[in-house]
Structure formats: structure tokens, C-alpha cells
Nanobody, 115 residues
Framework: QVQLVESGGGLVQAGGSLRLSCAAS????????MGWYRQAPGKQRELVAL???????NYADSVKGRFTISRDNAKNTVYLQMNSLKPEDTAVYYC?????????WGQGTQVTVSS
């Protein structure tokens, strides 16, 4: 079973930056995908970015050019560098792990961008 622990959320002004981290522990497969989703109040959870163990990356159009996802396989950690943040980026950000056995979610970390 995989456990995910997120960190790095907080309050930032528009145009600022934050870096999220998600550390995975437990039993996981070598072929997997990690990434980030977000959920704003009253909205559905949506994809932000995903990265495979082979570093194939997928971004939501809304964050392309501003956010960068990366992972350190030796540390079993995925990162999300968020630059040029906008108020519409305000949401709870959830780390996600998936492999052939299923999907795991982190507890979420709040990101608030003030205008």
C-alpha cells in the first residue's frame, strides 16, 4: 500500500511562486505515474500535471508555461514548481499515485493566491 504526504502549500500573492512536494512510501511498482490534481470550492477535481517513472509529462493547458512537474525516483518524491501564480490557481492540491494496482491520493494541501 502506498502512502502520500504532501507539503509546501500556503498563501502567496499573485505573480508569486510556490513549490509543492509529495513523498511516497510503502510498496509501489516500478512502473507508475505520479502527479497533481486540484479542486477549487464548488468545482470538480481537475488534472494539473502528471509524470511517469520514465519522465513522460502531461500538463493541463491552464498551467503550461507556469508550472513544472519533476520527480526524484531515488527519494520517491514528486514536485510541482508553480510560478506566476494567479488567483484562479487557488485550490486544494492533491498528490496522486497510480500503477497497475490502483490509485492513491494524498490528503491535500491548500494553495491560496491573493490578488
Amino acid at each position: 500500500q502506498v502512502q502520500l504526504v504532501e507539503s509546501g502549500g500556503g498563501l502567496v500573492q499573485a505573480g508569486g511562486s510556490l513549490r509543492l512536494s509529495c513523498a511516497a512510501s510503502g510498496s509501489f511498482l516500478s512502473i507508475n505515474t505520479m502527479g497533481w490534481y486540484r479542486q477549487a470550492p464548488g468545482k470538480q477535481r481537475e488534472l494539473v500535471a502528471l509524470i511517469t517513472n520514465g519522465n513522460r509529462i502531461n500538463y493541463a493547458d491552464s498551467v503550461k508555461g507556469r508550472f513544472t512537474i519533476s520527480r526524484d525516483n531515488a527519494k520517491n518524491t514528486v514536485y510541482l514548481q508553480m510560478n506566476s501564480l494567479k488567483p484562479e490557481d487557488t485550490a486544494v492540491y492533491y498528490c496522486r499515485y497510480s500503477d497497475s494496482k490502483g490509485i492513491r491520493w494524498g490528503q491535500g494541501t491548500q494553495v491560496t493566491v491573493s490578488s
